[in-house]
């Protein structure tokens, strides 16, 4: 059974920093691109940022470009999602997700229960 | 503000029909085949429904259909049932940028 857990969430002030992590099981981790969707309260969902299989290539958001790092240890099985300066409008329940396939397929097939974030 | 356009809500009657619509551009859901579709209920974790355009993973009804014309990806859902009240994501990979967004959302009424 494919699991996703995420965690890592919590309260934080602005301009603050916290690391979200991924710990995936039930699947072969490197051979799949993830991705990094959120849904602020009240919100829709809101992609975030992806990296391949190998790390080689990560893409992200305007919205959080410059501010936050995505990045995975395949030996681990985690995904991790390095988050600074953060901003109010960062408040949101994040989720992790698996690919389609290892260099982006660009679906989720499977997802997280979520890790809240909220910034105040 | 999204770059895909969906409507806020739509609402049918157990047993019929209802579409979704998603709109975007040449950029997005007209050019590339990576669409996708997503049911989110209330405190659950987001489902993958439709993929591909017109695809559906193994589990999922076949009561659920994609499909798409120039901008405009679809989703139809036949034999409406009490359970498939929820929110429903449209998703496209965007060339401009090289990564993925998600339409507004699109709740549906049973």
């Known amino acids: 059974e494919v699991q996703l857990v995420e965690s890592g969430g919590g309260l934080v002030q602005p301009g603050r920093s916290l690391r979200l992590s991924c710990e995936v099981s039930?699947?072969?981790?490197?051979?799949?691109?993830m991705h990094w969707v959120r849904q602020a309260p009240g919100k829709g969902l809101e992609w975030v940022s992806g990296?391949?299989?190998?790390?080689?290539?990560?893409v992200y958001a305007d919205s959080v470009k410059g501010r936050v790092t995505v990045s995975r240890d395949n030996a681990k099985n985690f995904l991790y999602l390095e988050m600074n300066s953060l901003r109010d409008e960062d408040t949101a329940l994040y989720y992790c997700?698996?690919?389609?396939?290892?260099?982006?397929?660009?679906?989720?097939?499977?997802w997280g229960q979520g890790t809240l974030v909220s910034v105040s | 503000q999204s770059a895909l356009t969906q409507l806020r809500s739509v609402s049918g009657s157990p047993g019929q029909s209802v579409t979704f619509s998603c709109t975007g551009s040449?950029?997005?859901?007209?050019?590339?085949?990576?669409i996708s579709w997503y049911q989110k209920h209330p405190g659950k974790a987001p489902k993958l429904i439709i993929y591909?355009?017109?695809k559906r993973p193994s589990g999922v009804p076949a009561r659920f259909s994609g499909s798409r014309s120039g901008n405009t990806a679809s989703l139809t859902i036949s034999g409406l049932q009490a359970e498939d009240e929820a929110d429903y994501y449209c998703?496209?990979?965007?060339?401009?940028?090289?990564?993925?967004?998600f339409g507004g959302g699109t709740k549906l009424i049973v």
């Open positions: 997700g698996k690919d389609g396939g290892p260099n982006f397929d660009w679906l989720i097939d499977n």
């Open positions: 039930g699947f072969t981790f490197d051979d799949y691109a």
């Open positions: 990296i391949t299989w190998n790390g080689g290539s990560t």
């Open positions: 040449s950029r997005n859901i007209g050019g590339y085949d990576y």
């Open positions: 591909d355009v017109n």
């Open positions: 998703c496209s990979y965007v060339d401009t940028h090289r990564f993925m967004v």
